[in-house]
């Protein structure tokens, strides 16, 4: 079966702007966390959704939102985008989210923000 | 709050020999563990958890309470291990981090012919 999905690949924004990362997960699974990668804090939970329901959230400003779709398919939104947002956001999906269940990771959405 | 730990960024051997990339965790209650790798150009993915006491790839992790580690180990490398490896921690069911899963910084394992 397909591998979980991220779009954009890329994306180049500037200081201000708002943009909205979107991920598709493997179909079945109901879970979907987001991760942000940089080099110098390392993979940093965001948040996760299962049914439409924010599960849990990480250490995040509040211009860091997301949400799912009855579909499972979630968004992450970043609003008035900083230069420290530049990172890797990864999305990872799961069947419901516990340690029983793998979590698989999609490919990231690159973001650099000038 | 629940912290990993891994001392290593990088560790370097030879094919064939043991190696060992270490992880600390701190945690009040009852975690559970993961080792995710990540090898060149591929997304990254489970490799063991310890609620499954698997062994893969000849990889293997035991949970230690009192030392509160879960040092992921093999008898022998081989150079397609080569790779980052992170490990990883879920608090528990019914916990407020359930869900929450939080990793260590890396390691980057290489294995050298």
């Known amino acids: 079966k397909a591998g979980v999905t991220q779009t954009p690949r890329y994306l180049i924004k500037t200081r201000g702007q708002q943009v909205t990362l979107s991920c598709s997960p493997i179909?079945?699974?109901?879970?979907v966390s987001w991760y942000q990668q940089t080099p110098g804090q390392g993979l940093q939970f965001l948040f996760e959704?299962?049914?439409?329901?924010?599960?849990n959230k990480g250490n995040f400003p509040g211009r860091f939102s997301g949400r799912q779709f009855s579909n499972s398919r979630s968004e992450m939104n970043v609003s008035t985008l900083e230069l420290g947002d530049s990172a890797l956001y990864l999305c990872?999906?799961?069947?419901?989210?516990?340690?029983?269940?793998?979590?698989?990771f999609g490919p990231g959405t690159r973001l650099t923000v000038l | 709050a629940q912290r990993v730990t891994q001392p290593e960024k990088l560790l370097s051997v030879f094919k064939g020999a043991p190696v060992e990339l270490k992880c600390n965790y701190s945690?009040?209650?009852?975690?559970?563990l993961f080792w995710y790798v990540q090898y060149s150009r591929q997304r990254l993915q489970l490799l063991l958890r310890?609620?499954s006491r698997e062994s893969i790839k000849g990889f293997t992790a035991d949970l230690n309470k009192g030392e509160t580690s879960f040092h992921l180990k093999k008898p022998f490398a081989q150079e397609e291990d080569s790779a980052m490896y992170y490990c990883?921690?879920?608090?528990?069911?019914?916990?407020?981090?359930?869900?929450?899963?939080?990793f260590g910084q890396g390691t980057i394992l290489t294995v050298h012919p």
């Open positions: 310890h609620i």
């Open positions: 990883a921690l879920k608090g528990e069911l019914g916990g407020t981090s359930y869900g929450k899963l939080t």
């Open positions: 945690y009040s209650g009852s975690p559970e």
């Open positions: 959704y299962f049914s439409e329901t924010q599960r």
């Open positions: 990872a999906s799961s069947l419901d989210g516990t340690a029983y269940n793998e979590q698989f």
């Open positions: 179909s079945g699974h109901r879970s």
